[in-house]
């Protein structure tokens, strides 16, 4: 992570980075939902297009904070410990359980929360991409230390994602790889 002057073409840039970045990380974890939706009663190509849009936008405001967070935020020693550390903390947090619940079940939540029309569409995938968001964000924010770029990062942060929202009994990786952040944040922290 480095620390910018401003520059308003830059920010942009930062943030079209982060946002592809994370519309690839996350498409094999939405596909589920994308194609719930369209069983469950999505009508038509044009309404599950919207209903991706929806989650895209929780993306896009991610990427967007990501990106100003990153440009504003210079890198201290000790802001990688602390990055790894509220991974790993968060992990084990009430809100990352509700939120992993949410993702994990795409039939309950259409039987419960189904809104109709182009609106409806696009409220549903926005509602579900800030579900996501609130699964994901303490992990995705590692990507601040090694870089936006890292395709290794990028591969091995989807990888969790998918299999924690996905895989049968994917919740129980939630444990591990608190765990596993936190045992990060003390070996930053000793180097």
């Known amino acids: 992570m ?4 401003a520059n308003p073409l830059g ?6 980075v982060w946002f592809v970045m994370m519309a690839a990380m996350m498409a094999p974890t939405v596909w589920p939902w994308v194609r ?3 069983r469950f009663g999505g009508t038509g190509v044009a309404a599950t297009v919207t209903f991706a849009s929806g989650y895209l936008a929780a ?17 201290p020693a000790w ?4 990055v790894f550390v509220v991974a790993g903390l968060y992990q084990f947090a009430p809100l990352k359980r509700a939120c992993l619940t949410h993702c994990r079940n795409p039939i309950t939540y259409f039987l419960t929360r189904w ?6 569409a696009f409220r549903m995938g ?3 991409g800030l579900f996501c968001v609130g699964c994901c964000w ?10 936006v770029t890292s395709a290794w990062w990028m591969i091995a942060l989807g990888t969790i994602a998918f299999v924690e929202q996905v895989v049968p009994h994917g919740h129980r990786l939630r444990v591990p790889v608190g765990l596993a952040c936190l045992a990060a944040a003390a070996r930053v922290a000793i180097a």
């Open 2 to 5: 480095h620390h910018h002057a």
């Open 138 to 147: 303490a992990l995705m924010a590692t990507m601040l230390l090694v870089g």
């Open 79 to 82: 802001i990688a410990p602390f």
């Open 36 to 38: 719930s939706f369209a």
């Open 11 to 16: 920010f942009v840039a930062s943030a079209a």
């Open 59 to 75: 993306w896009l405001a991610y990427a967007i904070a990501a990106a100003a967070l990153q440009r504003v935020v210079p890198t």
């Open 115 to 120: 809104r109709g029309g182009t609106a409806g």
């Open 126 to 128: 926005a509602e579900h």
